[in-house]
């Protein structure tokens, strides 16, 4: 029912901010929650944060306080606002539909391609 694309992603400096997009094709967008997903090289793709049909927001510890999740259900895009970057943040990151609110991959429905983001010092 969906497809999604993510962009946004590139090269960055340590401190600095991302703003990632993930527009949606169809027209059940607002059906579904919108999680955002990274995986580093050699790593278990990580729970990043999860936007709810309503709005509300919830993240992971390690990325809480320094991004945020939107949506503008109007034009099927969801936004990832990373700030205060750092290397760790380095990864591929992915966004994800989901009719279930959750922090599990396995449960998500739906994923974008992906988007590289580097953070270097």
């Known amino acids: 029912q969906v497809q999604l694309v993510e962009s946004g992603g590139g090269l960055v400096q340590v401190g600095g901010s991302l703003r990632l997009s993930c527009a949606a094709s169809?027209?059940?967008?607002?059906?579904?929650?919108m999680g955002w997903f990274r995986q580093a090289p050699g790593k278990e793709r990580e729970f990043v944060g999860v936007i709810r049909r309503s709005g509300g927001t919830y993240f992971a510890d390690s990325v809480k306080g320094r991004f945020t999740i939107s949506r503008d259900n109007a034009k099927n895009t969801v936004f990832l606002q990373m700030n205060s970057l750092k290397p760790e943040d380095t990864a591929v990151y992915y966004c994800?539909?989901?009719?279930?609110?959750?922090?599990?991959?396995?449960?998500?429905?739906?994923w974008g391609q992906g988007t590289q983001v580097t953070v270097s010092s």
């Open positions: 169809g027209r059940t967008f607002t059906t579904y929650n």
């Open positions: 994800a539909a989901a009719q279930l609110i959750t922090t599990r991959a396995p449960d998500y429905d739906y």
